[in-house]
């Protein structure tokens, strides 16, 4: 369904444009199974960067006006409100990664490995299973009625439902996953909880399927109080360049050439470039052998069109580990490494590792943040109706 290059994301984006005013605000909600075309499908790509947030919008504002298209601009800045949002509240990630940790070192609750499995004898719970594994997709609104039956009818905890989805999503990102359970669960919006209801589901899955037994109530779930908020870092490139600098790509942001774009005179002084990548920090389980084929596809495609200042395509490093990239940095001569800012998640601690290996060998590591997150992620310290407001101003500032 899939197809792991710019070029196929490209041309998604190219037949959905039209779609994206009046039919995708009538249509959205509406899950007519892996056949649907009433939604973009564009998240593999748009989550890797493959294609960038600014690309879709400016793409969609040049066909329709922002009102028109007021519903599908919206939905793309919400994965840009949840990554700004956690990155504010990255203690909400890190209970995560404990409590997952956890569950799989023993820990996991009556009903768990029957739900994964897909054998809950719930007909649309079950199908959705089946759906995720095979096709690494699911819909918006399954993922709601999913996460929901999950918590509320199965009363499984929201955080091995999030790492389920995580696992085997193509477009599994750290922020919209774990912050749309948690949204799911009473715990993102206090005390707001969604329910999922049979006739609803019925209604927008063409009665493909109405499930009996359903919760008929939704308790919000309570946590301790999360710490005060993170300021964003104010300044968009962190580090200091020096004569040999390498860029180093990774899963988060796949688009060489657009990134260093939003930096005048950084391209120019890329002496080497390479690609990395590890879906399997994902989780404790590591990810499906079909995220792992996906993201690895995405990397290889990426590293052939970022080149160095010699014209160079990317080297992909055999592994993630921080030894590998010494010993590409030690074969370039390297005295900096640049990597695209990598919002909170597993990459973040991924690189967050690498700089103190990298300093130990004598080399500085450079982040480099899009003038998109800069602009927007401020905005996103409260609820999204807020943020929402600043939509308009974002979009004349960024899709140009
Ligand atoms: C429980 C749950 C878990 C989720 N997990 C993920 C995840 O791991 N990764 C992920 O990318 N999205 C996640 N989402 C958000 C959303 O479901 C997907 O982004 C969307 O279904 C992707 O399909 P599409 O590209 O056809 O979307 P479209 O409807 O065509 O939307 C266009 C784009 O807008 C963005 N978008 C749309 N809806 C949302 C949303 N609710 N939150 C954030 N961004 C959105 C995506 O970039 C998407 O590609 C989750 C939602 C829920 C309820």
Do not use: C
């Amino acid at each position: 369904m899939f197809i792991p290059t710019r070029a196929a994301g490209l041309e998604a984006l190219h037949d959905f444009v039209p779609h994206a005013g009046v039919d995708y605000s009538r249509d959205r909600n509406r899950d007519d199974g892996p056949s649907r075309s009433n939604v973009s499908g564009l998240s593999p790509y748009i989550r890797h960067r493959v294609v960038t947030e600014r690309e879709v919008v400016t793409a969609v504002l040049a066909r329709h006006r922002l009102g028109a298209a007021e519903k599908f601009v919206q939905e793309v800045f919400w994965r840009t409100y949840w990554k700004g949002w956690l990155e504010q509240n990255p203690e909400v990630w890190r209970r995560y990664r404990l409590e997952v940790d956890a569950f799989h070192a023993g820990g996991l609750p009556a009903g768990y490995e029957e739900a994964v499995a897909g054998h809950t004898g719930i007909d649309a719970m079950d199908a959705w299973v089946r759906e995720l594994v095979e096709t690494g997709y699911l819909h918006n609104h399954t993922r709601m009625w999913f996460a929901s039956i999950w918590v509320f009818t199965l009363g499984l905890p929201w955080q091995l439902g999030a790492d389920l989805f995580y696992r085997h999503l193509l477009d599994g990102d750290a922020a919209s996953n774990t912050l749309s359970w948690r949204w799911v669960a009473g715990l993102q919006t206090a005390g707001k909880t969604y329910l999922a209801q049979a006739s609803n589901i019925s209604r927008y899955t063409d009665g493909r399927f109405s499930p009996a037994g359903l919760a008929t109530t939704a308790r919000a779930l309570s946590e301790e109080p999360l710490p005060a908020r993170t300021p964003i870092e104010p300044e968009e490139v962190v580090g200091t360049i020096g004569a040999r600098a390498g860029l180093l790509i990774h899963e988060e942001d796949l688009d060489a050439s657009s990134l260093l774009a939003g930096q005048p005179g950084l391209a120019e002084t890329l002496v080497a470039t390479a690609a990395f990548a590890d879906p399997d920090e994902r989780s404790p389980l590591g990810a499906s052998s079909a995220v792992d084929a996906f993201t690895a596809a995405v990397v290889d495609d990426a590293a052939e069109r970022s080149l160095d200042s010699r014209g160079r395509p990317a080297v992909v490093l055999a592994g993630a580990a921080a030894s590998w990239v010494l010993d590409w940095a030690r074969s370039e001569r390297l005295d900096t490494i640049v990597v695209p800012y990598a919002p909170v998640g597993p990459v973040q601690e991924r690189i967050g590792r690498l700089r103190s290996d990298l300093a130990a060998d004598g080399v500085s590591l450079v982040t480099v943040r899009r003038p998109w997150d800069s602009a927007a992620w401020p905005s996103a310290s409260r609820g999204f109706f807020p943020f929402r407001e600043r939509i308009p101003a974002l979009v004349r500032d960024l899709a140009e």
